[in-house]
Each structure stands twice: as structure tokens, then as C-alpha cells.
């Protein structure tokens, strides 16, 4: 009897152990999977978004396409790693701040990943600029409605920390816009008769006296090129016989830094809202958030060389033509409002914000934007949360 009760409880042990393994590797391969996840959806996020601070670039013509992906690339990628010190508020939202009570299975996340890849993929296919926050959004209600039931969301603090930003978000921004134009306009009127010149001075002949008993004037060739910023009328810049590295008209490049701004923003603003995903797996532990958020960033970045250009061509020449003032102003208006909300970890819509200011700039310089382009935009973006949530709540029921 008691040799048999050994060998019962030794068995136990064994099947436990082998429990605990096999739940252990299942784990792991569902943490795996949902990295790869959400590689995938900082990816679409990078391929959709990065237009956001660029299209003004390549709609007032300032720079190329290429060079402007380049560029907003560059500062989005900033602005993902500056977010370490500052999005906490935002990651917490995004993670656990709207459910009521947080859910432990590793299948979550997976859904509300699913759910955002689903839709957004569908829409930089298309060419739709929409909002990956609203996705995400909606990939958390779907999921948690399926795993945690109603009672598992926090309505109100949904309401107050993710719906009414991003609800007033575009308005704030086209209105920005529309009343900030007229005074930029004014204050900066003879801007562009000025341009920005990183001129390379042109080896120089210095004369130089040998000696009298040779009597004659040699010359020593200066070989140490100098480079400078130079601001100066536009008719000058053309005249000057250095070599001009950068030549820019000011107004042109007070919109590029001010593209650089926006981008930097939406880098700040939306790599905590992918990031927050991670958060509760056991792989979280062995890294730090810097490591983590450099993960989503280069993700991004790569969505935003290699499949950027889609949406760009939508926001740059569908809806309004602008010049570069105009572009600096829709820039301005929404690289601070992201900024700000990002401070106060408000998660406003990035697409939003830059797709109103590019409206609100139509409206204001023309008194007009192509409106069926605009509808097209607001019917994306209305259909986003649910369409997401649909997809969450589906799969979740599926992975359960």
C-alpha cells in the first residue's frame, strides 16, 4: 500500500510538472507570437502614418517624396525613443487604464493585435489614412466585451481619457489652422522673398611674397573649405558663387522643421499605444522600456520606407494644394497640439489632427478642399473602431 502510494504521488508529481511545462512552452510560443504581432502592427502603423507629418512636404513641393519619407522617418524614429521618459501616462492607458479589471491571458493582447492589424492593413492598402488609435481602440473593446464581458471595461474612464480626445481632436486642429493661417500670412508676408543657403566657400588664392632675391609673388592655394549657414534675399542666394550644399526658400524650410515636429510628435504619441501590448508578458521582465520601445521604433521605421508612399499620395495631392506657409501652418498647428496632448498623455489621433489642419488650411487660404476626398477620409475613419472591435471580439471567441 504504501509503495503504491508512492508511486501514485510520484506519478502526480510527474503529470504536474509535465502540466507545467507544457503550459509553460505554450506560453512562450503565444508571447512569440504576439511580438511578431505587434512587429506587424508598429509595421502598418510606420506604412500608414508616417504621411501625417510629411504630406504638406510633398504637397507644397518642397522636397521630394523619397526624401520626404526620409525625413519624417528620421524624426518619427526620435520622437518613438524620446517617449520613454515622457508617454507613461499613455502606455498605462493603453495597457490596463480602461479596463475595469485587467485580463491575464496572453490571448488579449493577441486579439486586440489582430483586430488593429485586420483593419489597418485593409486601409493602407487602399490608400485610407486612418487612425491607429482607433483601431487599437476598438481591438480592446472587441476583445475585452468577448473575454471580459461589459463589466470588464471602464466606460467612463474610456469616455474621458480616450473618446473625447479623440473626438475633439480634429475639430481643435481645424480650427487651429483655419484661424492661425491669416496671421502667419500676415506676420510672415515677405518670407519667401528669402531663402537658407548651406553654402561650402570655394578654394581661395591667397597671394604671398617669397623673398626679394627671387622678387616675384607666388600664391598659396588655401585647401580648407568652410561652410556656413547663410540667410539672405532669394536674388543673392542665386548670385553667390559658392557651392550651395542645402538652398531652401525660408519659408520652405521653416515648413520642413516644422514637418520634422510633427513627425517627432506622432513618434512620441503613438509608439506607447503599440507598446502597451507587451505589457503583463513575461518577456517584459528581461527588457527595459527603452529596449522595448526601440523594438516598436525600428518596426515603424521600416513600415514607413518600404510602404509609406501609398497614403502619402492621398494626404499630399487629393485634398488641397498648399504652399510652403500653408504647410508650415497646418504643421505648426498640429505638431502642438500632439505635443501637448502627449504631455498630458491624451491619446489624440495623429491622422486626425494633420488630416483636419490640412483641411482646415483649404478652407481658410481657398475657401474650399476636394470634400469628396474628405468624406472618403471621414467614413474611414468612423467605420475604424467598430470595424476593429468586430474583428477583436470574432477572434477572441475563435482563440478561445
Not at 580648407?224 to 559658392?242: G, I, N
Not at 492621398?314 to 498648399?322: D, R, W
Not at 501637448?340 to 489632427?353: D, E, I, K, R, Y
Request: with cysteine; net charge positive.
Amino acid at each position: 500500500m504504501y509503495i503504491r502510494t508512492c508511486v501514485k504521488a510520484s506519478l502526480l508529481q510527474v503529470c504536474a510538472a509535465s502540466q507545467s511545462a507544457s503550459f509553460t512552452m505554450r506560453r512562450g510560443w503565444m508571447e512569440f507570437v504576439l511580438f511578431a504581432l505587434v512587429f506587424v502592427l508598429a509595421y502598418l502603423n510606420g506604412a500608414n502614418d508616417i504621411s501625417k507629418g510629411i504630406a504638406t512636404l510633398v504637397g507644397s513641393h518642397v522636397v521630394r517624396a523619397s526624401t520626404a519619407i526620409l525625413w519624417g522617418t528620421l524624426t518619427t524614429t526620435l520622437g518613438a525613443m524620446a517617449g520613454v521618459a515622457i508617454t507613461s501616462g499613455l502606455l498605462k492607458t493603453f495597457s490596463s487604464g480602461i479596463l475595469s479589471h485587467p485580463a491575464n491571458s496572453t490571448m488579449f493582447p493577441i486579439a486586440v493585435a489582430l483586430g488593429a492589424i485586420g483593419w489597418i492593413l485593409f486601409a493602407t492598402q487602399t490608400g485610407l489614412p486612418i487612425s491607429t488609435t482607433h483601431a487599437l481602440t476598438g481591438g480592446i473593446i472587441g476583445a475585452a466585451l468577448a473575454q471580459l464581458g461589459a463589466s470588464g471595461i471602464a466606460w467612463q474612464a474610456l469616455l474621458l481619457k480616450v473618446a473625447l480626445p479623440l473626438a475633439f481632436s480634429p475639430v481643435a486642429s481645424f480650427a487651429v489652422a483655419w484661424l492661425l493661417f491669416p496671421i502667419i500670412r500676415y506676420a510672415l508676408s515677405g518670407v519667401n522673398n528669402y531663402c537658407l543657403c548651406l553654402e561650402v566657400q570655394q578654394t581661395q588664392i591667397v597671394p604671398l611674397t617669397v623673398g626679394q632675391p627671387i622678387g616675384v609673388a607666388s600664391a598659396l592655394v588655401s585647401n580648407q573649405p568652410s561652410m556656413q549657414l547663410v540667410a539672405d534675399k532669394v536674388e543673392t542666394c542665386e548670385r553667390t558663387v559658392a557651392l550651395s550644399v542645402v538652398k531652401l526658400r525660408l519659408a520652405d524650410s521653416l515648413h520642413l522643421l516644422t514637418s520634422g515636429l510633427t513627425s517627432f510628435a506622432r513618434g512620441m504619441n503613438d509608439t506607447p499605444k503599440i507598446a502597451a501590448l507587451l505589457v503583463g508578458t513575461s518577456l517584459l521582465g528581461s527588457m527595459n522600456t527603452a529596449t522595448f520601445f526601440g523594438f516598436v521604433a525600428i518596426a515603424m521605421l521600416v513600415g514607413s520606407l518600404l510602404g509609406g508612399r501609398r497614403v502619402l499620395n492621398t494626404l499630399s495631392e487629393k485634398i488641397t494644394a498648399m504652399d510652403g506657409l500653408e504647410g508650415f501652418t497646418a504643421n505648426f498647428g498640429a505638431s502642438a497640439l500632439v505635443t501637448a496632448a502627449t504631455f498630458f498623455g491624451l491619446p489624440l489621433s495623429t491622422t486626425h489632427v494633420t488630416t483636419s489642419a490640412i483641411v482646415g488650411i483649404g478652407v481658410s487660404s481657398r475657401g474650399r478642399a476636394n470634400w469628396y476626398v474628405v468624406r472618403d477620409i471621414l467614413l474611414a475613419w468612423l467605420v475604424t473602431l467598430p470595424a476593429a472591435a468586430i474583428l477583436a471580439y470574432t477572434i477572441s471567441l475563435l482563440l478561445n
